[in-house]
């Protein structure tokens, strides 16, 4: 099954936590292909260190739950304290699709729900995965990244 992972730090040695994350992300989950790293400006509180993102298609397997909580448990190991919402972090994970699984529970939403509005994420999903559907939607990944405006590309 297509899983895609959205990948973000903002402290530390940003590209480095990226690197981490995705040597932990492929002890369980094989990684198909990766987006190149983007930084950007911070997008719900400025005043605080740019982003490093990137995108990964992985292999998934089990449930959307499960790999809910293999992601937190890495972003726990790495030192990730959630304290302000859209803080600074060393480490962010998200599971932006999950096949084509529609997913609205409390602890889960698939799409993710920031998908829409976030270049930093549609911008490297649509560099690995144009063509891919959002089963929200109907549309390509293409057709949204065309939706939105790119205003926080830095570098």
């Known amino acids: ?57 992985v292999q998934g397997h089990g ?27 060393i480490i962010d994970l998200d599971i932006v699709f999950f096949g084509n699984q529609i997913i609205n529970t409390n602890e889960l939403q698939i799409p993710h729900p920031g998908l829409f509005e976030r270049d930093f994420v549609l911008s490297p999903l649509n560099e690995i995965a144009p063509d891919f559907i959002c089963p929200a939607t109907g549309k390509t990944v293409r057709e949204l990244y065309r939706k939105i405006k790119i205003d926080s590309i830095k570098i």
């Not at 973000?8 to 992300?25: E, F, H, T, W």
Request: aromatic fraction near 8%.
């Open 1 to 57: 099954m297509r899983v895609f992972i959205a990948l973000g730090s903002n402290l530390g040695d940003g590209a480095d936590n990226l690197c981490q994350a995705i040597d932990q992300i492929a002890k369980n989950y094989p990684i198909i292909t990766r987006s190149s790293v983007l930084i950007t400006k911070a997008k719900y509180i400025e005043d605080q260190p740019d982003f490093y993102n990137q995108v990964i298609e």
């Open 63 to 89: 449930s959307a739950l499960e790999m809910l909580a293999y992601l937190h448990q890495i972003e726990h190991d790495m030192g990730r304290v959630r304290t302000i919402k859209y803080g600074p972090r």
